[in-house]
């Protein structure tokens, strides 16, 4: 079956410019994870989904990250006015529940921020 | 105080030898234990969890030490295949969040 999918797989835009990052879970997956990456380092937690609520919104950076999600489905995570320090790679994970441990990681979006 | 720590390495070793990987972890709450493998420019998988009695898969052994704070990871005679970095990964007995350490680097070399 299909796994975790995320678009766009890269994307460069301009300093200020916002971007929207989109990850498809794996149909049936309630739990939702967005992580950053930046380069040489480890993941950073940025918001978790159960279901279409976040009960824990706590890892994301600035008040200019924000993330959605609907129809126990799709997620996107905006980044508005976007700053040099954004440039990561921003990996959405999916699993079956909350309390279902394995996670599943999609490819990633690399984005760089000019 | 970062949640997980790992020596970063990079561990440099050759094919048939035994690596062994040690991470701490800080919050006395964490109730699961991972190890996951990710692949340069690639998104981390699923290696193994680690139980509180230890377990085994094929080559690989991974242990907890509760006592201790800490878990590890034994690889066995290593693949040129193992190259990559290996992530431990915690989570707390409450809420849902995943705490991963930075990664420890392996190369195995022929």
């Known amino acids: 079956g299909a796994g975790v999918s995320q678009s766009p797989s890269n994307k460069v835009t301009e300093k200020g410019k916002d971007v929207e990052l989109r990850c498809d879970p794996i149909?049936?997956?309630?739990?939702l994870y967005w992580y950053r990456q930046r380069l040489g380092q480890g993941l950073e937690f940025l918001i978790y989904?159960?279901?279409?609520?976040?009960?824990?919104k706590s890892g994301l950076p600035s008040d200019r990250f924000s993330a959605e999600r609907t129809g126990e489905s799709v997620s996107t995570l905006t980044i508005q006015r976007t700053q040099q320090e954004d440039s990561a790679v921003y990996l959405c994970?999916?699993?079956?529940?909350?309390?279902?441990?394995?996670?599943?990681f999609g490819p990633g979006t690399r984005l760089l921020v000019l | 105080r970062k949640e997980v720590e790992q020596d970063p390495g990079p561990f440099n070793v050759p094919e048939g030898a035994t690596v062994a990987f040690n991470c701490t972890y800080s919050?006395?709450?964490?109730?699961?234990f991972f190890w996951y493998r990710q692949d340069c420019r690639k998104e981390p998988k699923l290696l193994m969890s680690?139980?509180?009695s230890g377990n085994e898969d094929g080559r690989f052994t991974a242990q907890l030490n509760r006592a201790s704070q800490y878990i590890s990871l034994l690889i066995r005679d290593s693949k040129l295949s193992d190259s990559a970095t290996y992530l431990c990964v915690v989570r707390l007995n409450t809420g849902n969040q995943f705490y991963f350490g930075t990664g420890t680097s392996l190369t195995v070399i022929p």
């Open positions: 680690v139980y509180s």
């Open positions: 919050n006395s709450a964490s109730q699961s």
């Open positions: 149909s049936g997956h309630t739990a």
């Open positions: 989904f159960q279901g279409n609520s976040a009960p824990d």
């Open positions: 994970a999916s699993s079956l529940s909350a309390g279902q441990e394995t996670q599943y």
